[in-house]
């Protein structure tokens, strides 16, 4: 029998067929944040056992777009698009877990397979959807510029139906683009049992970090955010809200292996 190669389904005689290269994967992109502040109790709903919510304005979370081109160090994906670039709108709330803050992607939705899978492996509850983003030019008069006045629209929607949609204006420059999604990321990576008898043959707490970080300037400004009502969503949990503010920024990072930081007990193990 020949030994099966990839780094994820389906494993094949040469990987070529994978759904997703393996690490190291290296992020070139746009990010469209807006905060808002919610109340504490719908956010600690979203908080599994063992993590609490923040200490410090526990209602605050963010909405965040980001238009990205992703690729593996061969590079490869680069010269064929479709396999590099996508979309990818997530919920970020704050929480806490022995002691320390971390940021965690409560809900997210993509829309390109091989980012789903990639969630997978990283604990992002990713779903597909539809997104859009108004692209920033340097020239004509088609797309705001990155300056004062720019105004930038978003939207996501699933299934066919709108789930948000936001607007930004630019105002002027700003240090930090907010402080919600300012720690590091602790998702859960979880996997019913094949039984289908409620327990988990996967369960655990994982923290992950970017490095060789390269970030542009960060552009601050109004923003207007609309929530809709959706039968397939929970969004919507998080109205009322008041908008905290409005960022942009181009980013660069690179990401590779996190750390288990708990796991439940397996109960399938003997």
């Known amino acids: 029998m020949a030994e099966l190669k990839g780094f994820m389904y389906p494993r094949t005689p040469t990987g070529a067929a994978g759904i997703l290269p393996g690490p190291p994967w290296h992020y070139s992109g746009e990010m469209l944040t807006i905060e808002f502040r919610t109340d504490p109790t719908a956010v600690a709903e979203l908080l599994p056992a063992p993590l609490e919510p923040a200490p410090d304005d526990p209602g605050a979370v963010a909405l965040i777009w980001a238009d990205w081109q992703s690729c593996s160090d061969s590079l490869e994906e680069l010269l064929d698009p479709a396999r590099a670039q996508y ?37 992002y509850p990713k779903k ?91 552009y601050a400004g109004d923003a207007e955010l609309q929530i809709h009502d959706n039968p397939t969503e929970e969004l919507d949990r998080l109205k009322p809200f008041e908008i905290i503010g409005g960022y942009y920024r181009q980013v660069g990072n690179s990401m590779a292996a996190g750390t288990t930081v708990w796991a439940a007990p397996n109960p399938m193990a003997q």
């Open 128 to 218: 597909l959807s539809e997104i859009w983003m108004t692209r920033p030019v340097s020239v004509g008069r088609a797309g705001p510029r990155l300056e004062p006045g720019g105004r930038f629209g978003a939207t996501v929607s699933t299934w066919g139906r709108r789930i948000a949609d936001a607007v930004f204006t630019i105002i002027g420059t700003a240090e930090q683009p907010g402080f919600v999604n300012a720690h590091p990321m602790l998702h859960s990576r979880q996997m019913p049992a094949i039984e289908m008898d409620g327990r988990d043959s996967l369960d655990e707490l994982v923290t992950m970090r970017g490095f060789d970080a390269e970030l542009g300037p960060v």
């Open 87 to 123: 979309k990818e709108v997530f919920l970020v709330v704050r929480c806490q877990y022995r002691g320390q803050t971390y940021s965690r992607a409560a809900y997210i939705w993509v829309d390109k397979d091989f980012a789903m899978a990639r969630g997978v492996v990283q604990g």
